[in-house]
């Protein structure tokens, strides 16, 4: 009966508010990353995108005008991570925070003594637990650049964080094997480092060497945007983001 509910509450959507066809050739027209998909693939992301657009609260702040196109570039990007998984893996929040540039939160760590310190360090992106997903616009509209997405970053994390904090091992399919995870991603972290180390161009943005979570967030944009160079740095971290998203961005 539930599944007959959902199943007729998505056809009304979709049939209500389909996201208009010149906004989604549009989104095409300026993201590879969903250009290049298939075309059944194409398909079930914009559907995907449409009920997010239902599910998911946006909301652009500092006077942000966002316009339809925006509505759908940023709703299909967001769903990327989640074409093969369902947007059921985006359960326990509500809304997607959207400034027009880099944002200042204030942030309190209190020290070991009982201090506690303020920063105020720039974002593009930030992911609350149990909270919203913040983005910067302006960092969005720079999606794909060396391999950079700050939407499939912050997701990235939001799907870590199903089975508490983000520490880099979102809930795995039962096909998969939490060591072989731990031990791919741990030696591909140690690649990255020596590589950044040793004064090398990295194959991986370096903000991922900040801690697991980060570093599992990274790989996520690479996997997506820049497939061929993450798979040339770690075969292995390839096929378990595979495994993980049940998706193959290239061919073999």
Same mark, same amino acid.
């Given at each position: 009966?539930?599944?007959?509910?959902?199943?007729?509450?998505?056809?009304?959507?979709?049939?209500?508010?389909?996201?208009?066809?010149?906004?989604?050739?549009?989104?095409?027209?300026?993201s590879e990353v969903i250009r290049r998909l298939p075309?059944?693939?194409?398909?079930?992301?914009?559907?995907?995108? @449409?009920? &997010?657009?239902? =599910?998911?609260?946006?909301?652009?702040?500092?006077? %942000?005008?966002?316009?339809? *196109?925006? /509505? $759908?570039?940023?709703?299909?990007?967001?769903?990327?991570?989640?074409?093969?998984?369902?947007?059921?893996?985006?359960?326990?929040?509500?809304?997607?925070?959207?400034?027009?540039?880099?944002?200042?939160?204030?942030?309190?760590?209190?020290?070991?003594?009982?201090?506690?310190?303020?920063?105020? @360090?720039? &974002?593009?992106? =930030?992911?609350?637990?149990?909270?919203?997903?913040? %983005?910067?616009?302006?960092? *969005?509209? /720079? $999606?794909?650049?060396?391999?950079?997405?700050?939407?499939?970053?912050?997701?990235?994390?939001?799907?870590?964080?199903?089975?508490?904090?983000?520490?880099?091992?979102?809930?795995?399919?039962?096909?998969?094997?939490?060591?072989?995870?731990?031990?791919?991603?741990?030696?591909?972290?140690?690649?990255?480092?020596?590589?950044?180390?040793?004064?090398?161009?990295?194959?991986?943005?370096?903000?991922?060497?900040?801690?697991?979570?980060?570093?599992?967030?990274?790989?996520?944009?690479?996997?997506?945007?820049?497939?061929?160079?993450?798979?040339?740095?770690?075969?292995?971290?390839?096929?378990?983001?595979?495994?993980?998203?049940?998706?193959?961005?290239?061919?073999?």
């Amino acid at each position: 009966m539930f599944s007959f509910l959902r199943r007729w509450r998505e056809r009304r959507i979709l049939a209500r508010h389909p996201i208009p066809e010149p906004d989604w050739r549009a989104v095409l027209a300026v993201s590879e990353v969903i250009r290049r998909l298939p075309a059944s693939d194409q398909a079930r992301l914009r559907v995907l995108a @449409t009920l &997010l657009l239902r =599910e998911k609260s946006l909301e652009p702040v500092q006077g %942000l005008q966002f316009t339809g *196109v925006m /509505r $759908a570039k940023l709703a299909a990007l967001a769903c990327l991570p989640v074409l093969k998984l369902g947007l059921t893996w985006y359960r326990g929040w509500h809304s997607i925070v959207i400034y027009p540039d880099t944002f200042v939160p204030e942030l309190e760590q209190v020290d070991a003594a009982g201090v506690v310190h303020r920063q105020h @360090t720039p &974002l593009s992106g =930030e992911a609350w637990h149990h909270g919203p997903v913040i %983005l910067a616009w302006n960092t *969005v509209e /720079r $999606a794909g650049s060396w391999g950079q997405n700050v939407v499939i970053h912050e997701m990235a994390h939001k799907l870590d964080m199903l089975n508490g904090e983000a520490n880099g091992c979102p809930p795995l399919h039962a096909s998969m094997r939490r060591r072989e995870w731990t031990r791919v991603l741990n030696a591909a972290y140690r690649q990255l480092g020596e590589q950044w180390q040793a004064g090398l161009t990295p194959a991986l943005d370096p903000y991922g060497l900040e801690n697991p979570g980060e570093f599992f967030a990274v790989a996520s944009e690479a996997f997506f945007e820049a497939p061929r160079r993450l798979r040339k740095f770690s075969p292995e971290l390839y096929q378990q983001l595979s495994l993980f998203y049940r998706q193959q961005p290239l061919p073999d």
